[in-house]
């Protein structure tokens, strides 16, 4: 007897623990759940925590309070300028009504299913309406904002928040890389050329300008100089003349005796070889030393006239 009811304690037991297994479930901190009865929402829950349900006619639903990630398939897309585009995006979402979102889309996996074709629509909206140009550069984070937006204004009634959505890559068909590519690379050739051509103008321009002022520069030094020269040269004769007018004697002597050493100078550096005679009017004040020839009264410094000797 105590056998049998100590068998029928064990199954009692047993029987408790399934029944409390089943009423109770826990919620993590990454979770929130649906309680459902007979398929209707009886309780949303957000909170963690241990929690309890009628067994055999309750059931528990968990959601993802987490950003949830969507990478969608690539696309192509014509844009405005008539280039066909290869897009590839993706999206980040949170669930923010559960109700909403079990009674739309019951789960991620529907969820994932209806935004991507919300997704797949807007993007080919507002690719279309852009240039190849304004999405791969100019307006790229503009378009990418209203994408959001539109995304976010149609999944509100999925009981959920679209957080971001992101052109992860818009390209060119691989069979047309290559074709682009290479127009590309003409024109960068081709603005280049006309850069060079614009540069080697002005080069020819400003060395004309140099050249030409170089010609007027050197032109007024010449002149200058000449006149400069002229001035020096008038004024050496008015002090060889007013010399001359004070003492011709002296004068005379002085010329002379600059005349011997350029002459006698340039015979000792090997220069014009001078035969002359020892009487000559040349050496006359190697004769006397007031310049008089034999047989001749008065030095030719004397006379009027020019000096006696010249360099």
């Known amino acids: 007897m105590s ?29 929130q759940a649906l309680v459902l009865r007979f398929g209707g929402v009886r309780q949303v829950i957000s909170s963690p925590g241990l929690y309890f349900k009628v067994p055999l006619i309750e059931s528990v639903v968990y959601l993802d309070k987490r950003v949830l990630d969507l990478n969608l398939p690539e696309q192509e897309v014509i844009a405005s300028d008539q280039k066909r585009l290869v897009v590839d995006a993706f999206t980040r979402y949170r669930i923010t009504d559960p109700v909403r979102f079990y009674q739309t889309v019951s789960n991620v996996a529907g969820a994932n299913l209806r935004l991507a074709n919300i997704i797949n629509s807007t993007v080919r909206q507002f690719v279309a309406d852009a240039t190849f140009t304004e999405i791969v550069r100019t307006r ?67 060395r004309a300008r140099a050249d030409r002022e170089v010609t007027v520069i050197k032109a007024e ?14 004024e050496s004769n008015r002090i060889y003349a007013e010399a001359y007018n004070r003492d011709p004697s002296f004068f005379a002597f002085f010329r002379s005796m600059q005349a011997y050493e350029t002459g006698l100078g340039a015979q000792a550096a090997g220069g014009t070889r001078l035969v002359l005679s020892p009487n000559s009017d040349f050496f006359r004040y190697f004769v006397d030393p007031a310049g008089k020839l034999p047989g001749q009264a008065t030095p030719p410094a004397a006379r009027q006239g020019a000096p006696a000797a010249n360099p």
Do not use: C, H, W
């Open 3 to 31: 056998s049998a009811l100590k068998t029928v304690g064990i199954i009692a037991v047993l029987i408790l623990l399934v029944v409390f297994y089943s009423a109770t479930f826990v919620v993590s901190q990454t979770q």
């Open 140 to 206: 790229r984070e503009e378009l990418m904002q209203r994408i959001r937006q539109e995304v976010n204004t149609q999944a509100n009634g999925l009981g959920i928040s679209v957080v971001d959505v992101r052109l992860r890559r818009v390209d060119l068909p691989q069979q047309n890389s290559q074709a682009v590519f290479q127009r590309m690379q003409t024109e960068r050739q081709r603005e280049a050329a006309d850069i060079r051509a614009q540069g080697s103008e002005l080069a020819q321009g400003i």
């Open 221 to 234: 030094a010449s002149q200058k100089a000449e006149t400069l020269r002229g001035e020096g040269d008038a």
